[in-house]
T-cell receptor
Framework: KAGVTQTPRYLIKTRGQQVTLSCSPI?????VSWYQQTPGQGLQFLFE???????NKGNFPGRFSGRQFSNSRSEMNVSTLELGDSALYLC??????????????FGEGSRLTVL | AQSVAQPEDQVNVAEGNPLTVKCTYS??????LFWYVQYPNRGLQFLLK??????LVKGSYGFEAEFNKSQTSFHLKKPSALVSDSALYFC??????????FGKGTRLHILP
């Protein structure tokens, strides 16, 4: 069974641009959550989707948004990029009705560098 | 505020010795606790979880964790460390709003 797939793996953007990251969950998983990982802040929860509905949201500005499609694939978008948005963005999928009833399966991440 | 603390940024252990990676939590209600491991340039991998039941939880790769309600701790342990256990370890807790909170991570170095 294929794991969680994130694309692109690496990308470089400049300040003010926007970026869209994609996540394909494990087949049959309907819950997808997103995390930002930085050396200073560690792992921070961005948002979680289940059946195309956002069920939970972390403490990030409105520049960070996401969505989930009917096939459970998810995208996150960051608009008006800032230098501080440079991070590894991780997506995780879960079989349960919430992201946290059981284990999360993580993708390998999308590493965003903002210049 | 609900939180997870991993008091050690780095732990060094000689190969073959027992290892402990510490985690304490602060959450209202009954906690759901998790340990994840991250190898270089990879995503996180699930190791084990505590939901309810026995305080000693066994997980992948020979790891186990002990839930201690009175000390609000969930320390990760392994009886005999391997060099391949060297990685970044994260403790996590589900809070009462169903959000997951991760600790800052502890880098484990197993010395040959």
């Amino acid at each position: 069974k294929a794991g969680v797939t994130q694309t692109p793996r690496y990308l470089i953007k400049t300040r003010g641009q926007q970026v869209t990251l994609s996540c394909s969950p494990i087949s049959g998983h309907r819950s997808v959550s997103w995390y930002q990982q930085t050396p200073g802040q560690g792992l921070q929860f961005l948002f979680e989707y289940f059946s195309e509905t956002q069920r939970n949201k972390g403490n990030f500005p409105g520049r960070f948004s996401g969505r989930q499609f009917s096939n459970s694939r998810s995208e996150m978008n960051v608009s008006t990029l800032e230098l501080g948005d440079s991070a590894l963005y991780l997506c995780a999928s879960s079989l349960g009705t919430t992201a946290f009833s059981g284990e999360l399966f993580f993708g390998e991440g999308s590493r965003l560098t903002v210049l | 505020a609900q939180s997870v603390a991993q008091p050690e940024d780095q732990v060094n252990v000689a190969e073959g010795n027992p290892l402990t990676v510490k985690c304490t939590y602060s959450v209202s209600g009954n906690p759901y606790l998790f340990w994840y491991v991250q190898y270089p340039n990879r995503g996180l991998q699930f190791l084990l979880k505590y939901i309810t039941g026995d305080n000693l939880v066994k997980g992948s790769y020979g790891f186990e964790a002990e839930f201690n309600k009175s000390q609000t701790s969930f320390h990760l342990k392994k009886p005999s460390a391997l060099v391949s256990d060297s990685a970044l370890y994260f403790c996590a807790v589900r809070d009462n709003r169903d959000k997951i909170i991760f600790g800052k991570g502890t880098r484990l170095h197993i010395l040959p």
